[in-house]
Nanobody, 130 residues
Framework: QVQLVESGGGLVQAGGSLRLSCAAS????????MAWFRQAPGKEREFVAG?????????????DYADSVKGRFTISRDNANNAVYLQMESLKPEDTAVYYC??????????????????WGQGTQVTVSS
């Protein structure tokens, strides 16, 4: 059973940066799809960024981003340390949300769909002040 723990959230002014970390334990996530989702107050949880292998037999990963964060956020993974990160730049008040890390064993399915992920962290709060 994979457990995910997020860290790095906090309060930042608009235009600032934060780096979120997600540490996995209980098993390796080396070949897993990894993603970040977020949920703002009163809104549904939404996809932010994901990184997944092209296929089951490759070690080549690709990344995808929500349009709202393209050019500002970067997802990266450290397979050796069983971790994934989200570097967030040029933060805006509308980025305020609880950010969740997710891991999925399948390399198929939609990378931006919650149904593609089997494990979830407890979330970390990001608040961007104007």
């Amino acid at each position: 059973q994979v457990q995910l723990v997020e860290s790095g959230g906090g309060l930042v002014q608009a235009g600032g940066s934060l780096r979120l970390s997600c540490a996995a334990s209980g098993g390796t996530v080396r070949g897993y799809a990894m993603a970040w989702f977020r949920q703002a107050p009163g809104k549904e949880r939404e996809f932010v960024a994901g990184a997944r292998r092209y296929g089951g037999s490759t070690n080549v990963y690709y990344a995808d981003y929500a349009d709202s964060v393209k050019g500002r956020f970067t997802i990266s993974r450290d397979n050796a340390n069983n971790a994934v990160y989200l570097q967030m730049e040029s933060l805006k008040p509308e980025d305020t949300a609880v950010y969740y890390c997710a891991a999925g064993a399948s390399y198929s399915g939609n990378i931006d769909s919650e149904r593609s992920y089997d494990y979830w962290g407890q979330g970390t709060q990001v608040t961007v002040s104007s």
